[in-house]
């Protein structure tokens, strides 16, 4: 497991298809073992492989790279033992080159995740990470350490449901997400 710089707050990633490294991170975490962690790719071009998409290649490039997180339906492809309880899978790629630049070198996706304890507050400087990690990327503070708004993570948000979207979580980039849904692709919410 190592810490990693990103767009939005510091992460914590393992090889996503290793079942021990996932393992690792939800105990490092103390992470509910039913909530999922997303996966981490270098360009739009591998999410195909990892997820079946039904939504324009454009809208995903509009999106991606940058502070938001896809939800779509996973392919056969993500190791089983990641999100067992799920058939959908969360991929971020952030829009940073460090990032971008690790998961384009390994062979399958990085499982990624805030690097804080389960509930508590993002990271955005490497003072606040663990020992237990086997390497910490300092990639200095990330936006403005003294605002809140920095701490939100991505936005997440759900397109596996064909026309609609819906809003899982609203971090940092929720209005331009929203904008570029509903104006650009006509997707509508997905009613509650």
Known sequence: MVAVPTDT??????????????RSIYSLKGRNGAKPLAICLGDVERLYRYCHV??????????????????????EELNKDLNPFTSLVGVRIPNHSFM??????CSGPLALTSANISSKGSTLTVLDLWP???????????????????RLGSTVVDLS?????????????????????RQKYGLVPESS
């Not at 809208?59 to 896809?70: A, E, I, Q, S």
């Not at 990690?133 to 708004?149: Q, R, T």
């Not at 609609?164 to 609203?170: E, G, H, L, Q, Y």
């Open 161 to 181: 449901v064909s026309g609609k979207f819906s809003i899982i979580r609203p971090g940092c980039a929720l209005t331009p997400t929203v904008e570029i849904l």
């Open 100 to 105: 971008r630049d690790l998961a384009r070198a």
């Open 54 to 75: 039904n939504v324009p290649d454009e809208l995903l490039r509009d999106l991606l790279p940058g502070p938001v997180t896809l939800v779509l339906q996973r392919s």
């Open 9 to 22: 707050v510091y992460g914590v990633a393992c090889l996503a298809q290793d079942s021990a490294a996932v």
């Open 132 to 150: 237990q990690l086997s390497l910490i990327v300092d990639g200095g503070p990330i936006g403005d350490i003294w605002s809140p708004e920095c």
